[in-house]
């Protein structure tokens, strides 16, 4: 009985570990589909001339989860009278807890919402783009990072329900 008990140990830090792994590989793929997503938001302003409600209902549809509920809370709070910038602010306070991202990811996500919906097309191509540039920097650094970091997490788990473990007995 007492060896199952510190086999549940070392398998429940085991999982602990791995789940804050898958969670530190999810980050690159987010802002890689960010960047993604505001290319298209760019071509549906700039090209499209499209609202900026519409751009967004338009997002929603062609992004994965969790962008998906983010753009869709966002067409939302812009549709119900919100400003650009307010909904922006808004959607990712709400929005956050379902991401991996990193506070200094947010702040460059955020910093776009200032902008949106003030400006003509040329100043929010402008802006947008400047965010996909200074996004795919944070990515480049994030996919260095991700995959050392994972095997750390992983590895600390197991070696954490072990020496638990070792400091029982």
Same mark, same amino acid.
């Given at each position: 009985m007492l060896i199952a008990g510190y086999l549940g140990l070392i398998i429940g830090f085991g999982c602990l570990g791995l789940l804050k792994a898958m969670q530190i590989k999810r980050r690159p793929q987010e802002i890689r589909e960010m960047i993604n997503a505001l290319a298209l938001l760019d071509t549906e302003i700039f090209w499209g001339s499209t609202p900026l409600p519409e751009a967004f209902a338009i997002l929603k549809e062609r992004v994965e989860s969790p962008w998906q509920g983010f753009f869709s809370q966002l067409e939302t709070s812009i549709r119900d009278g /919100?400003? &650009? &910038?307010?909904?922006?602010?808004?959607?990712? $306070? =709400? $929005?956050? =807890? *379902?991401?991996? @991202? @990193?506070? !200094? /990811?947010? *702040?460059?996500?955020?910093? @776009?919402? =200032?902008? @949106?919906?003030?400006? !003509?097309r040329n100043e929010q191509h402008k802006q947008l783009e400047l965010v996909q540039r200074h996004l795919n920097s944070v990515a480049e650094r994030a996919r260095d990072n991700a995959e050392s970091k994972a095997k750390m997490w992983s590895y600390l788990g197991f070696l954490s329900g072990m020496a638990i473990v070792i400091f029982i007995m």
């Open positions: /919100d400003n &650009a &910038a307010s909904a922006w602010k808004s959607t990712i $306070q =709400k $929005q956050r =807890k *379902k991401f991996s @991202l @990193l506070e !200094d /990811d947010w *702040k460059v996500i955020s910093s @776009l919402g =200032k902008g @949106l919906g003030r400006s !003509d």
